[in-house]
């Protein structure tokens, strides 16, 4: 007890490795949602660029100014001793003289307009009196038509600053034919699904990051404060020709021998706690569909026939009922919906003996119109006293108690539980809810069975898997037990 509470008083360290497990798991479950982000954002950046795009015109002039005094010539009748002596003048009142605001009402005046459609920019060439002006509008006609107006303007303004001027233009301003700021899309595009993959990314490490699942038998004495009696490998086939045995059972020499031992393994653990509770009925759950607790019921089943004793099989998953197919299985038989029907069937007619083993079957192949009220029937009572005197053992597998309140009426039936765990399938906070659930029933929880472990986890380090279908009709039973309790 002191180990426990210490255990959780004690600051839970990060595990990277764990982290990025879940990560690739959970990248491998929700690829689509960076790719989604990726477009999404890449097509709304994309509409935000051609919203704001406006195209630009410019129109452009390169000219030279000097003064028309011809009284500052030298005595071989040039200028050029006043063009280098003035040139850092012009240089630094050029680019102010044409912004400014008496500029600008000339320009207006001449122009006639209450406001100019466009922008002037001038630039000059250090120590030379050549200079360029160009003029950006959303027009490009008026863009043009301010630099005309501009050229026939500034000799008038310059007169207030520098005295007579004379531009002398050296290029001629031309109407712009496409604009200089062509739209292109790609860049921002590109750019919002960089972003919108790197959020996604994020998004998901997040999760992972806070995300907690049972992975190994020391998640499920830390987090769950159980006994983890065996741990099942993952098993796959290889891409054969279907006709090959693909059962998942310790009868299919196809499964490896790691599977076979481990659940020898799970047989001795069980059959101690089994000693220990004096049990004879033992049930099989787990927390959602597709953890395995049908393969662990049979091979536990198998198992524990090969070991010399007599089992009885039992399918109680009412809604859909799988032993038979898990095993193999395709002679014709009656199961619990008969028996529990009242139509007369007797119980020991109805077991199916399973060749060269002492394991026999009650399982059906339909499923119960309404399985409810059957699994609360006291005929099910019953017919358990009665499989009581025919085997050694009778294994129940019972439908996941995380969904469904089904497992708890039968759990007050059963001497003990197994509980199944698929390693990094569900939130130990969803375990923990089923866990105190079933605990309610008075049930003896015998261990728990990590199925599905990862190479390395069990000391077998095969990379097994095998794969879960069918149990898509629980959908409409998915609210929590909690909430159907008062039912049982």
Not at 4 to 10: I, L, P, V, Y
Not at 46 to 55: E, F, K
Not at 85 to 90: C, H, N, R, S, Y
Not at 97 to 117: H, I, P, Y
Request: glycine fraction near 8%; aromatic fraction near 8%; charged fraction near 20%.
């Amino acid at each position: 007890m002191e180990e426990h509470k210490r255990d959780r008083e004690a600051p839970e360290k990060i595990d990277i490795f764990r982290v990025l497990q879940e990560f690739f798991k959970a990248f491998c479950r929700l690829a689509w949602l960076p790719l989604l982000l990726s477009v999404a954002c890449g097509g709304l950046l994309g509409l935000r660029a051609w919203r704001s795009y406006t195209p630009m015109y410019a129109s452009q002039v390169t000219f030279t100014i000097q003064m028309a005094d011809s009284s500052l010539a030298d005595i071989g009748g040039s200028t050029s001793y006043y063009n280098k002596a003035t040139a850092e003048q012009l240089t630094k009142t050029f680019p102010y003289l044409v912004q400014s605001e008496l500029m600008q009402k000339k320009l207006r005046q001449a122009m006639g307009v209450a406001w100019l459609n466009g922008a002037i920019s001038a630039q000059t060439v250090d120590n030379t009196n050549l200079f360029s002006l160009r003029v950006t509008s959303t027009s490009p006609q008026d863009a043009y038509d301010i630099l005309n107006a501009l050229t026939e303007v500034y000799p008038q303004v310059a007169d207030y600053v520098i005295g007579n001027t004379e531009m002398n233009l050296l290029t001629v301003p031309e109407v712009a034919a496409e604009p200089y700021n062509d739209f292109r899309p790609v860049r921002s595009i590109c750019k919002g699904a960089v972003l919108g993959a790197v959020l996604g990314l994020a998004v998901i490490l997040l999760y992972a990051f806070t995300r907690r699942s049972v992975r190994g038998p020391e998640d499920i004495r830390k987090h769950l404060n159980q006994t983890c009696i065996a741990t099942l490998p993952r098993v796959t086939f290889k891409r054969r020709a279907n006709a090959i045995d693909k059962t998942v059972s310790v009868r299919n020499p196809r499964v490896g021998a790691a599977f076979q031992e481990s659940v020898r393994s799970m047989r001795v653990k069980f059959l101690r706690e089994a000693q220990k509770q004096h049990a004879q009925v033992v049930m099989v759950t787990s927390t959602l569909p597709g953890e395995g607790k049908t393969t662990v019921s049979a091979n536990l089943a198998l198992t524990l026939s090969q070991n010399g004793a007599r089992v009885i099989l039992v399918d109680l998953d009412l809604r859909k009922p799988s032993v038979k197919r898990t095993l193999g299985i395709k002679t014709p038989s009656r199961g619990l919906p008969e028996l529990l029907s009242g139509d007369g069937t007797d119980v020991r007619a109805a077991l199916l003996p399973i060749e060269k083993s002492r394991l026999t079957l009650l399982a059906g192949d339909r499923a119960a119109a309404d399985p409810r009220q059957q699994l609360n029937s006291r005929r099910l009572g019953a017919i358990l006293d009665e499989l009581r005197q025919e085997a050694d053992f009778i294994v129940l597998d019972t439908p996941p108690c995380g969904i469904l309140a089904d497992s708890a009426g039968v759990a007050r039936l059963a001497d003990c539980t197994l509980y199944v765990l698929r390693s990094g399938a569900v939130e130990v906070s969803h375990i923990v809810d089923s866990l105190q659930f079933l605990a309610e029933s008075g049930t003896h929880l015998a261990g728990c069975v990590l199925n599905g472990a990862q190479g390395g986890q069990g000391g077998y380090g095969y990379g097994y898997g095998y794969g879960y279908s069918g149990y898509g009709g629980y959908g409409k039973y998915s609210s929590h037990p909690k909430n159907k309790a008062e039912e049982h």
